[in-house]
């Protein structure tokens, strides 16, 4: 009897309290938010944004790279308008911020042994096996081969990667297997390669028969034809048709064999962002062709490259290009005006191969050798990156989401003498504006794949580790974040903030292990802020690791702000 009058004298005081809400039809108000809400995932990424991004090199009269200018000395145009420049940065090459701001604890019963040095420099030797010949491929190995004997320093790490995929080695400082995978690269074309094919027709002469309808690079494919199958002169209709259906299968498979290459060389990029340092690829490769199409990828590849810090520079693998005149002995002759023609075509598809080669340098600050039989100078050459570059940033005034190619000019006042500027030539438009949660992930990923240090929101890093046996540990990062620093939003008495923290862990080789991403919803009293917060905010991320040395990255972003800090650790667990 008494717990049903328990629960009666329940029910009453539920319904006196809800009765005003009732009588006014509303529903009756939540819970107070918690003050502090911990959200955890893995972190994923976006990597489009509407700020256009332009790494400058400029060069004195005897090619030194010059880092003394200001943003005020650059003029920056996109379709011949000048633009306002909004970021402006000054990059030297070599040499790292150090982590001076990170501790580590451990056991005290354990000695601390010496904490593992960061690798400085990474780069990938991209050899183009699709396109190059067998001739070419087997110089330009011994050239890489000596390169990396010599010069691979002990604080850098290299890969290797083939257009094909059919053989890669991921980042090491083993010189043995680093040669080893070199040897063991072989051309591998997608397609089959005829020199003597009826016709030899040239994937630039393809796209110039079939896409440009050139009136020219036809008359020459039908005289070739006409020469190498021993037609009579008046049966060019038969010939012109042999032309076409060999244009038309060769436009296929160089589309194949471009569009493979235009990937993996984002994939190389992808993979490079995903290590700390300095980062660059050598595409090594005699170049090819690129139709319309292809256009809007190769921009992407350079916007990727671009936001990653990626620097590609590029090897013209044929070395010191010289045009046989009538061709080689592989292929037929024929009519004076028809070797004039071929001769021309030829000329005109290897200048159009270098167009790869040179616009990837000159869009991401790296160098294009070519012209050269000395690869291996040119791989020292390559090595060596320009000290200083200049990342200009610019949104596009009144742009349209329409993905149309825009034209890129950089220059010096008439009072800035004697320089070369070298950037990229252009980009295209997005399809669509990037919004503000795009534009944090991608702010935070930067920041996590960097070795920079930025301190715009007070914070410090800890490590601490603790081993369960001899062949598994538990590795602890520790943020203390002075959450007081913060700009808030007042809702309802409030303070409210969102935190991002991202901890990830990364090994000797500076390949990333495991990375944690925890969002704090804040909505704080004024009394927490100023007194219970007083000493900052812990937030604490476990990874299960095994013994070995390993860097840790961990990066701090507020909403309301966005302000950032990011701060560098290591650790070795013996």
């Not at 145009?77 to 150090?98: A, H, M, R």
């Not at 982590?99 to 960061?118: G, H, L, M, N, Y």
Request: charged letters at 25%.
């Amino acid at each position: 009897m008494r717990s049903n009058l328990h629960r009666r004298f329940f029910v009453a005081v539920v319904a006196l309290e809800l009765f005003p809400f009732l009588l006014a039809g509303q529903t009756p108000p939540d819970k107070p938010a918690a003050e502090v809400a911990t959200r955890e995932a893995t972190p994923t990424f976006s990597t489009r944004s509407n700020l256009v991004v332009v790494r400058v090199v400029v060069r004195d009269k005897d090619g030194h790279a010059n880092g003394n200018l200001q943003k005020e000395d650059f003029q920056l145009f996109d379709k011949g308008k000048p633009q306002f420049i909004s970021k402006f940065t000054v990059e030297k090459s070599g040499g790292l911020k150090g982590a001076d701001a990170t501790t580590t604890s451990q056991p005290a019963d354990q000695k601390q042994p010496s904490e593992p040095v960061p690798p400085e420099r990474y780069v990938a030797y991209l050899f183009d096996d699709i396109h190059i010949s067998f001739g070419d491929l087997s110089i330009a190995r011994q050239a890489a081969e000596k390169h990396l004997t010599a010069a691979l320093l002990a604080s850098s790490r290299a890969a290797i990667f083939t257009t094909s995929g059919r053989t890669t080695l991921d980042f090491t400082d083993d010189v043995a297997k680093l040669r080893d995978t070199l040897n063991r690269i072989m051309p591998s074309p997608i397609g089959a390669h005829n020199p003597s094919a009826c016709p030899n027709v040239t994937y630039y002469q393809a796209d110039m028969i079939e896409n440009k309808h050139d009136t020219q690079a036809l008359q020459a494919a039908t005289w070739d034809t006409i020469a190498c199958a021993g037609l009579d002169p008046t049966q060019t209709q038969v010939a012109a048709s042999m032309a076409h259906s060999a244009s038309m299968q060769q436009l296929s498979v160089g589309d194949q064999e471009t569009r493979v290459s235009l990937k993996v060389l984002r994939d190389v990029i992808r993979r490079m962002s995903a290590v700390p340092g300095q980062r660059s690829i050598i595409l090594v490769s005699p170049g090819f062709h690129l139709l319309d199409e292809h256009r809007f990828d190769e921009i992407e590849v350079m916007d990727r490259a671009i936001r990653a810090n990626v620097v590609i520079s590029s090897l013209d693998a044929r070395g010191l290009y010289t045009l046989i005149p009538g061709g080689d002995a592989s292929q037929r002759g024929g009519p004076i005006a028809t070797i004039a023609l071929r001769d021309q075509f030829a000329h005109a598809a290897a200048m159009a191969d270098d167009d790869i080669l040179a616009e990837l340098a000159d869009a991401t600050g790296g160098a294009w050798i070519h012209n050269t039989n000395d690869l291996q100078g040119g791989f020292t050459r390559i090595d060596t990156p320009p000290e200083f570059y200049y990342v200009l940033g610019f949104t596009p005034q009144n742009l349209k989401f329409d993905g149309s190619y825009h034209s890129l000019k950089v220059t010096l006042p008439k009072t800035q003498k004697g320089f070369t500027v070298q950037a990229r030539r252009g980009y295209y438009a997005p399809r669509h504006e990037e919004n503000a949660a795009q534009e944090a992930k991608r702010e935070v990923e930067e920041a996590l794949f960097s070795r920079e240090e930025w301190h715009d929101i007070p914070a410090s890093l800890e490590t601490q580790f603790f081993k369960s046996t001899d062949e598994k540990a538990k590795l602890s990062v520790v943020a203390r974040v002075d959450v007081r620093t913060l700009a808030y939003r007042k809702v309802d008495g409030r303070n409210v903030d969102t935190l991002t923290v991202v901890s990830g862990v990364f090994d000797r080789n500076g390949n990333c292990i495991n990375a944690v991403e925890k969002t704090i919803d804040m909505h704080l009293k004024d009394e927490t802020l100023a007194r219970r917060l007083a000493s900052g905010m812990t937030v604490k991320t476990a990874f299960d690791v095994a013994p070995g040395g390993y860097f840790v990255r961990l990066v701090v972003r507020d909403d309301e702000g966005q302000k950032m800090a990011a701060l560098n650790g290591a650790v070795e667990i013996p």
